[in-house]
């Protein structure tokens, strides 16, 4: 029962080497053409439901209120509900189902951006599909990876990710509105992600009452000074 | 850029296939040798944080309570605090930590299991790895596939993940003590959960405040019934 499966894993890391390198390259010509663009680009990545959509929503909102040019592409498996939530936000936005694949890959961005005049923008978001392990290894060509924690999700995923987190560089603990009800303990969250992922900036914010907000958008458009 | 990507697909392809056909044979020996030692078996499938231990904690209490006798696997890609949590509880707990994999197979349940003696036992937990996608493919020799959606996800997750709730015999709407301070709409979850896998059962539960566990402890029981 074993023999088929101990055979099999060598040939499957061998052909998962060959993607990625092929999206590790593709990746690096991405970032390229972003940073030719002048253009800034944020992936976010979260489990299910702890509220990338809704934070992107009011992120693009508080980005166009500085009247910074925004514009976003959102992955999923199946449905294009997001695009329309962004949408409706008035924000340029394309929808990326992936058809069963648990995370987006650099490919998938080349084709989502096809068309836009990335000239024209300031600001591209991008949301991964809710997964807290599978985008983990692609590189989307992003100059800012920004992990989503929800206080409903509890303390301890910091811990339990480790390899999503050690690729990120932001920590938003996010529905901070909620810590007091769902009983969450902020400094061991801290010390949790700081163990886990010690150069990572962490922030607090809700995107219901706008805690937080104005640190995001700041640290956002910092780090934009710098690479553009 | 793309052809060493289309020629590699359908070779992952296969060798997928043949790990998941090791796995089914392995699951339906687990499921046999399960039946002959009248162990009624559930897996616990959700995304991250939705809250799968803790009710798994209430449940167990709750058959423990009605003299049933217990035990649980759980899954995580790091750490063993879930199974110490289980542990505190008083049940007999085994971690496995599956170094990256985000699901679990049958075979890691077969070597979790190695050692305790299923005929005294009349239900085995199986806590699956938080993730509503990698989960989907995998038979682990159970008899009832849990899901559980926590309100704090929003409603339109059953139509988010259709694979993985295409395979699930029981969804649970977990935390359910806080729809009202995150707006949950349970009539569009209901729907969405009725469109997206019409056999379902669903429960709405919070382990926190007890609601709905009596109902959840009688599904189980009377499952069990008809199973041993």
Chains 1, 2 share one sequence.
């Not at 209120?65 to 936000?89: F, I, K, P, W």
């Not at 058809?99 to 650099?106: R, V």
């Not at 969250?189 to 907000?213: C, F, Q, Y």
């Amino acid at each position: 029962m074993d023999a088929p499966q101990s055979n099999a894993q060598p040939r499957i890391l061998e052909v998962r080497q060959g993607l990625l390198k092929a999206n590790d390259l593709l990746a690096r010509e991405l970032r390229d053409e972003f940073q030719r663009a002048g253009l800034f680009v944020v992936s976010l990545v979260s489990g299910p439901g702890a509220g990338k959509t809704e934070l992107l929503v009011q992120t693009l909102a508080g980005l166009a209120a500085r009247s910074r040019r925004v514009a976003a592409v959102v992955g999923d498996l199946a449905t294009e509900n997001d695009a329309r939530r962004l949408a409706a936000a008035g924000v340029p936005a394309r929808q990326i189902t992936t058809g069963g694949l648990c995370h987006l890959e650099a490919q998938m961005v080349r084709r989502a951006v096809e068309g836009w005049n990335l000239g024209e923008l300031d600001y591209l978001f991008i949301e991964n599909v809710g997964n807290l392990v599978c985008p983990a290894s692609f590189d989307l060509g992003e100059h800012l990876r920004v992990l989503l924690f929800s206080v409903t999700e509890g303390e301890d995923k910091p811990l339990k990710y480790p390899s999503l987190i050690n690729t990120v560089d932001v920590v938003l603990i996010a529905k901070i509105d909620l810590a007091e009800a769902v009983g969450f303990d902020r400094d061991l969250a801290r010390r949790n992600i700081a163990e886990a992922r010690p150069p990572a900036v962490v922030l607090e914010v809700s995107a219901r009452t706008g805690s937080g907000l104005d640190d995001w958008i700041k640290l956002l458009e910092n780090r934009r000074g710098l690479r553009t």
